[in-house]
């Protein structure tokens, strides 16, 4: 301490799949204000593509050179087997979701410009594009994978933040139906701040009982236990608050609708898949290695808030007449399925196998739900998305290919047999029923059944009604949509025919557990 | 007695690549499927190479097993984990599988290829191919699976393949009917074959056929785990779901209508393959029959009923695939009672399966060449003196004739011979009353052959029949040469049931099975088929036929009725169905529709009331996630005081 400031070491091999992607993040910002504009798009698209696959190159890279024992960049970042799972998911469904977003018929052609004003109609016509939606994305996952991979509170809000911020502002660029979009947009923005006040707010406490951010420390002050339990308490209160924010459970999953429905459907399907699955990971960091030892007293409300997120999600997706909403309702009834598995705890085998079991989950559905939103990108008619449900009706006479794979994503979702569903949906309850939550699993199953009503309910609609005179035209396909529709449709027979080999790389990921 | 050898894990060679045999076609039927219209040009020949390429791989693992010890044929091929801890795909080569492999590929492969010119008329030829494709990567499936999960899964695919078929000029209100029939019958039938698995997996916990073998039954019953009304059961369940996929009584009565089909899938499944798939399941579950002596009279008692009511049914059919329908089930009868006999029972079973497998194809086949030259006229009535026309259908036709009467030294005299005498020193009554079944067969094959080839012409105006192109052809002849030889090759000198042993079991004492044997009992049987065949020489050949049916006796009309199955079904449960749905419709709109739809608009209800908390307004979101926050800060501190 005499005056100089030690340098930080900085593991840049292991940390490098989060420096390549906010590196091209940063080029793509550099790109933005330097290259011209008709070049803009055409250097974005191959160096998105490029950094999410470098990154996900290194991640396996990583993987390949064994695993760290201990946390990296000074004690804030865990590279460890769930992380580098939760990485390689990530990265992949942001790839499938880039091909996706490269459809300008997505994006408005001038964000600034008055919904309805003559200055959009300039912009359309000149052939402007907001091409900043790829460094936004490359932010937001970057983001996302230090908010799963955070091992101290303080780096884990920054990587909430840098996470949601682009993603805000993602929700308002829809071409179609402006207003709803920039409504979505504000309502994200305001309730994801109100939220993360929260997660603040519940970190400063912990910080006062505790005396520290880490997680590892946070854990082992647990165990020291002294001291003002009221305190941490609510401060563990405050912080579930916020992580449960992001991935919709109930009561926090007001937004979930709305912002799935208002934002273009390409960053739904970028929301609804990578964001659960980085949550995730960070719920399940905070309450299993930070908070751990509290268990007793979280799990009971935990249990609570994982009956009202299935039960909330099933329902109200029954009365939905929008096909984005009912999705939104369907993903908050997922979230409550994998949070029974985040209270599956017990003995470290036990843990194991929750762990193993919840990231099974999150890659298969992560697949299933791109697919859906890119089928949905589809089905169009002159107003833009065909997003009533009214106007599926008999889809499966105009189209029966697309149908037929809405319908194969929508058993998935489901959980039939030999869909990637029923492996997720069986792996998480087999753990909870072996970690002494069967309660717990009966509701999950009646909410499945409940669930499955809406889903095979929009399957009869596609197949056995008659089409609507004026119904929906198919667009054709892009390529990227097309590839898209494919490998998640692959991605999900394969994971449900032939589950075993990500069985046995979920298992080898969370064998380790968590490192602290 | 020689119990069936131990199950080893396989590795390598081409048994471990075994898998092929199912993939190879599964693939063709998927690209013909996906392909559309594209693949129409060379679908058909898509689908003759992947079965074809199938029947290698079968040939090369069979070779491949013969080069083992008798001690090790039965090999294990691992897959993968299908469901971690409940079930491992993997694939089980043993004689006993091998060979419906064999049959199934190179019976089927020889049906695709006739399949090229019969369908060659037909707009939607690639949609019949890969429909056959899949039917082929099913049935394969079915009995290669190492494991009840896979052969289930086989079970229903076949069923699946089978109803597409039956089914596949929708536009016939017949063929769609005769297709929703099978599908619903066949039901019933998986209905039992389910039970059955849930109860072998609740007693054994496993499905894995390693498990399941005689020892472990053994085991489980010195144990206590099983009791001996629980193996019964079992075997009665396991026999209600074979009842269902091979048409024996009670559940016979779908075959006949699946005859709606085009005839190669008469062929290949309603023939040759897919209904023998109960008399696989029955002896690949021989272990649990064996130890459950009810369940196996039952199988004897169902196969002797079903092998007379469908001689009888055959001699009043005029329409000819019907008549070779009703010998089909007749057929299957006899392997069923041979199946219900133990291991001899189980080798003479098999070995009349593969020998009916290619008699009865080539028939069908040959019937189907009538067929495209009387311009789709099934009415044997309007048939006769075809001999001269189509000298090659006849021929071979008749070959396959010879075989399944039991003329002696051809294919079925052998097996059937073989199943009779068995049948004959286990009971004598069912003995006897299978002799009366072959000289049922006597008659109304006779009858068949010589309403359609012999006779006066009592053609349509507008028939002007010729021999079939080659391509059709040629698959009668290599059929009708198994027909000749097949039997004699497999049943002298007990050849079939020794390398069937070690899947099976081998008796302690083997018969022993001549050229010619001349018991008292062979005897009979020939006399009888002689007098059977005397008889409808005397009604069909000698005499004209009418060109419309007369009325008939009672017995004619009891037997052109399906001995009144369909009324009975209709009577006795249709009908009854019906007044059970219109009494539980009253019920339900009364009593609990108020339940149900209450609880339907309860959860309605709910959601549309708890919509309304969804507003819109941002402001009341966030009051809703204040008010969730304060939930939980106060449960968690609630938790933590207790």
Known sequence: MNGTIQAPTIEYALLSPMLIVFGAAIIGVLIEAFAPRYLRKSIHMPLTLLALLGAFATTILGAANGLPTSASAMGAVAVDGPALFVWGIILILAFVSVLLINDDEQFVAQAAAVPGSSDEEEAVRSGYAQTEVYPLLLFAVGGMLLFSSANDLLAMFVGLEVMSLPLYLLCGLARRRRLLSQEASVKYFLLGAFSSAFFLYGMALVYGYTGTVSLRGIGDALGAGSGQETLLLIGTAMLGVGLLFKIGAAPFQAWKPDVYQGAPTAVTALMASTV????????????????????????????????LTMVVGAILAITQTDIKRMLAYSSVAHAGFLLTGVIATGAAAQNAKALSAILFYLAAYGFTTVGAFAVVTMVRDAGGEAGHLSRWAGLGKRSPFLAGVFAFFLLAFAGIPLTSGFFGKYAVFAAAVSGGAVPLVVVGVVSSAIAAFFYVRVIVLMFFNDPAADGPSIAVPTVGTSAVVALAAAATVVLGVFPQPVLDLADQAASALFIR | MQSPVEIFQHSGGVIGVSWLMIALPLLGAAVLLLGGRRTDRWGHLLGVVMSLAAFVVAVAAFVELLGLPAGERRQAVGLYEFIPGVADMGLLIDPLSISFALLITGVGSLIHIYSIGYMSHDPDRRRFFSYLNLFVAAMLLLVLSDNYLGLFVGWEGVGLASYLLIGFWQFKPTAATAAKKAFIVNRVGDFGLLIALFTIWS????????????GAVQDAMAGGSLSQGTVTAIGLLLLLGACG??????????????????????????????????????????????????????????????????????????????????????????????????????????????????????????????????????????????????????????????????????????????????????????????????GLTGFYMSRMVFMTFFGKRRWADDAHPHESP?????????????????????????????????????????????????????????????????????????????????????????????????????????????????????FDNRGIDGLVNGLAAGIGGTSGRVRRIQTGYVRSYALSILFGAAVVVGALLYVGTM
């Open chain 1, 276 to 307: 659960l699955v980085a949550a995730f990971g960070a719920v399940l960091r905070v309450f299993w290695v930070a908070l751990g030892g509290l268990e007793w007293n979280w799990q009971p409300v935990m249990w609570g808030i994982a009956i």
């Open chain 2, 203 to 214: 007693v054994f916990g496993s499905f894995a056929y390693k498990n399941l073998g005689a």
């Open chain 2, 245 to 438: 996929k091979s048409a024996q009584l009670p559940l016979q009565s779908w075959l006949l209508d699946a005859m709606e089909g085009p005839t190669p899938v008469s062929a290949l499944i309603h023939a040759a393959t897919m209904v023998t798939a109960g008399v696989y399941l029955v002896v690949r579950s021989g272990a649990f029959f064996e130890a459950a002596p009810t369940a196996q009279l039952v199988v004897t008692i169902v196969g002797v009923a079903t092998l007379l009511a469908g001689a009888i049914i055959g001699c009043a059919k005029d329409d000819i695939k019907k008549g070779l329908a009703g010998s089909t089930m007749s057929q299957i009868g006899y392997m069923m009672l041979g199946a219900g006999l133990g291991p001899v029972g189980y080798a003479f079973a098999i070995a009349h399966l593969i020998t009916h497998g290619f008699f009865k194809a080539n028939m069908f086949l040959g019937a189907g060449s009538v067929m495209h030259a009387m311009n789709d006229e099934v009415n044997m009535r309007r048939y006769g003196g075809l001999f001269a026309v189509m000298k090659i259908t006849a021929v071979t036709f008749f070959i396959g004739y010879l075989a399944i009467i039991g003329f002696p030294l051809l294919s079925g005299y052998y097996t059937k011979e073989g199943i009779i005498e068995t049948a004959m020193e286990h009971n004598e009554i069912l003995g006897w009353l299978a002799v009366l079944g072959a």
């Open chain 2, 470 to 586: 080659s391509v059709m052809t040629v698959p009668l002849v290599l059929l009708s040469i198994g027909s000749i030889g097949l039997g004699a090759y497999l049943i002298l000198g007990n050849r079939f049931m020794k390398f069937l042993a070690p899947a099976v079991g081998l008796p302690a004492e083997l018969p022993e099975p001549h050229i010619f044997g001349v018991g008292t009992v062979g005897l009979a049987t020939l006399a009888l088929v002689a007098i059977g065949a005397a008889f409808a020489w005397f009604r069909y050949g000698a005499a004209e036929v009418p060109e419309v049916a007369p009325r008939g006796s009672f017995l004619t009309v009891f037997a052109r009725r399906d001995l009144y199955g369909d009324a009975l079904n209709e009577a006795l449960f249709m009908r009854p169905g019906q007044w059970l749905t219109r009494i539980a419709v009253f």
